[in-house]
Nanobody, 115 residues
Framework: QVQLVESGGGSVQPGGSLRLSCATF????????MDWYRQAPGKQRELVAT???????NYADSVKGRFTISRDNAKNTVYLQMNSLEPEDMAVYYC?????????WGQGTQVTVSS
């Protein structure tokens, strides 16, 4: 059974940092690309960052230079380091993978950015 479990969300002031984690279970983690998405109230879910099985990364323009995606294959975990957070980054963040044309999502973790 595939499971994705996010953690690390919280409330920070603008300019602050958070590190999200997504632990995975039931998959051969090292062979899959992993993504982070986010969804703000009233908006569509959007792709934030991707890391491939060969550790190549891609970012949404809105987070380039501020967010860093990484993975630890020994821990079956993907991370999202978020620096210089802005109010516009406030959303529920989800990790995601696609396996055999099926999408798997975590339960989401809330990130609040407010002074």
């Amino acid at each position: 059974q595939v499971q994705l479990v996010e953690s690390g969300g919280g409330s920070v002031q603008p300019g602050g940092s958070l590190r999200l984690s997504c632990a995975t279970f039931g998959i051969n983690f090292r062979i899959y690309a992993m993504d982070w998405y986010r969804q703000a109230p009233g908006k569509q879910r959007e792709l934030v960052a991707t890391i491939t099985k060969s550790f190549s990364t891609n970012y949404a323009d809105s987070v380039k230079g501020r967010f860093t995606i990484s993975r630890d294959n020994a821990k079956n975990t993907v991370y999202l380091q978020m620096n210089s957070l802005e109010p516009e980054d406030m959303a529920v963040y989800y990790c995601h993978l696609k396996r055999n044309y099926v999408d798997y999502w975590g339960q989401g973790t809330q990130v609040t950015v407010s002074s």
